[in-house]
């Protein structure tokens, strides 16, 4: 059991989690279900312990009388001061859904830009990680061979040579 609680502790819920969560509880509320059914719906589905235990602490913080805006704000780590906001916002003004429906497209965007970048900085991460290999092969292959070519010709070296070879 001690097993399980760390695992847990050291698990962390995805940008994904987040983004179905959101879009989920969008379409829910929008087809009359209540918030709390909805985020239990929700957790009953997440793959993320970690998630799932946060989701059930948010419905039981809602059944003891809290927004959902406040009972998102106790996890700042996992939504952020804007997500916040715009619940908050939402249950104010009775467009939870709606807004919801936002944050999803937010996040969807968000997501997207997120891996687009990844796949842009892949390339320069192969070409570096190419090149220090290279480099260490040419500095323990390569470079012993030119020292021994070096001291066969009995000339002076410049001093950056010396300090590349030696």
């Known amino acids: 059991m001690k097993h399980a609680k760390n695992k847990q502790i050291f698990s962390r819920v995805s940008f994904l989690d987040k983004l ?7 379409m829910m509320l929008k087809s009359g279900i209540t918030v709390t059914e909805a985020i239990e ?5 997440a793959k993320s312990n970690k998630f799932r235990s946060i989701l059930i602490d948010v419905s039981n913080s809602i059944r003891n009388g809290q927004t959902l805006a406040r009972a998102l704000s106790v996890h700042s780590k996992i939504f952020d ?3 916040i906001s715009l619940v908050e916002v939402g249950e104010a003004s009775g467009t939870l859904d709606r807004n919801l429906s936002y944050l999803a497209t937010h996040l969807a965007k968000e997501y997207e830009l997120r891996k687009k970048i990844q796949g842009a900085l892949l390339y320069p991460m192969i070409v570096l990680t190419a090149v220090f290999v290279i480099g260490i092969g040419m500095s323990f292959f390569v470079l012993p061979n030119l020292v021994e070519l070096f001291n066969s010709l009995d000339t002076e070296l410049p001093i950056t040579t010396k300090i590349l070879l030696y």
């Open 20 to 26: 179905f969560f959101t879009k989920h509880l969008a």
């Open 81 to 83: 001061a804007f997500y």
């Open 41 to 45: 719906t929700v957790a009953d589905q």
